[in-house]
């Protein structure tokens, strides 16, 4: 289900069933899960991979080198990274295209949860129903079953059932 007129999806995007997709939304060369909705004012970028039952609130901005597995929630206003070191131009003053850099890739794992208004740093991992809070910067791997928040992101507790690892017991 497609709603408004305001919405942009390219012809090479591979929807699966009952996707929902809502106003002011810009989809490309990316792939889109079964009974997921995207909300209002969300760009998902070439390369993207987005898996089933993905809830992504509005005013998200998903880049290429991403990959969202099942079940995962993305609240209001989330953030991702693909560059470490972002120019607009190569040494010699010219607009950098695609063979100028390197997109680096980041995994969100099955039933994570990302807080509203977080920044996901390039190249990390955000474990299996792990929780990012809001406005939180995530710069390095966050394990399956943590409670992150912070700039930059720490962890708070782990979820029940989760056991912490080894070297933060110590």
């Known amino acids: ?47 993207v991979k987005i898996g089933r039952r993905v809830k992504i609130s509005s005013h998200t901005f998903i880049c290429e080198g991403v990959t969202i597995e099942d079940y995962v929630f993305i609240g209001h206003g989330v953030m ?5 070191y972002p120019r607009a131009t190569t040494e010699a003053g ?26 996901i740093l390039c190249g990390v991992t955000v474990g299996e129903k792990a929780i990012v809070g809001a406005g939180s910067v995530v710069t390095r791997d966050v394990p399956a079953g943590a409670i992150v928040a912070g700039v930059p992101a720490r962890i708070i507790r782990y979820l029940e059932g989760y056991p912490q690892s080894q070297s933060e017991q110590e």
Not at 80 to 84: M, Q
Not at 101 to 114: D, E, F, M, V, Y
């Open 1 to 47: 289900m497609v709603s408004g007129d305001f919405v942009r999806i390219a012809p090479d995007v591979k929807l699966g069933k009952d996707v929902r997709i809502y106003a002011f939304v810009n989809l490309y060369g990316c792939e889109i899960g079964d009974e997921s909705k995207i909300g209002t004012f969300v760009e998902i970028q070439k390369g």
């Open 80 to 84: 991702f990274t693909n560059d470490k």
């Open 94 to 119: 010219e607009l950098q295209t695609e063979a100028d850099w390197q997109c680096i890739p980041t995994l969100i794992k099955r039933g994570a949860s990302i807080g509203s208004n977080a920044t």
